[in-house]
């Protein structure tokens, strides 16, 4: 049985990093450093917006907008810490930020470590602690 006892935790582990990660514990960072940039419990790059006011609490990339860029929502019991803090959408869902800009990831990066949003249309940027 002791298979059993070393299998469930590794598929709930992987079943809570398909979903985003970060729901294992209150709050728990929800980023990591990879090659010198902030990424995502999937190792997808993280991006800010240069049109978000830092410390606003707000978000200015909504509807298409956030289709392109989707935020990176706060999983429920989730709360900031150190760099860390929580701001809220214009739709009422809650989206992490680092240094008070809220996060985001772009869609066309396709694999962990892909960067393809950096730079885009000069206002989108690589998180660089």
């Known amino acids: 049985m002791r298979i059993k ?11 809570l990093a398909a ?6 514990t209150t709050g728990a960072a929800p980023a990591r ?3 010198g940039v902030l990424v995502d419990g999937t190792g997808m790059t993280l991006y800010v917006f240069d049109k978000d006011a830092a410390h606003s609490g707000k978000s200015v990339c909504n509807g298409p907008c956030a289709a392109n860029w989707p935020p990176l929502s706060v ?3 989730a709360a900031g810490g150190a760099d860390f803090s929580v ?3 214009d739709d009422g869902a809650r989206q992490w930020a680092f240094k ?3 996060l985001y990831r772009w869609v066309k990066d396709q694999k962990p470590g892909d960067r393809t949003g950096d730079g ?4 989108w940027h690589v998180v660089r602690p």
């Open 87 to 89: 701001v809220t959408r």
């Open 100 to 102: 008070g800009k809220p």
């Open 75 to 77: 999983v429920d019991g």
């Open 120 to 123: 885009f249309n000069s206002v």
């Open 19 to 24: 979903c985003g990660g970060y729901a294992t």
């Open 33 to 35: 450093l990879a090659d």
């Open 5 to 15: 006892n070393t299998i469930l935790p590794l598929l709930l582990s992987g079943l």
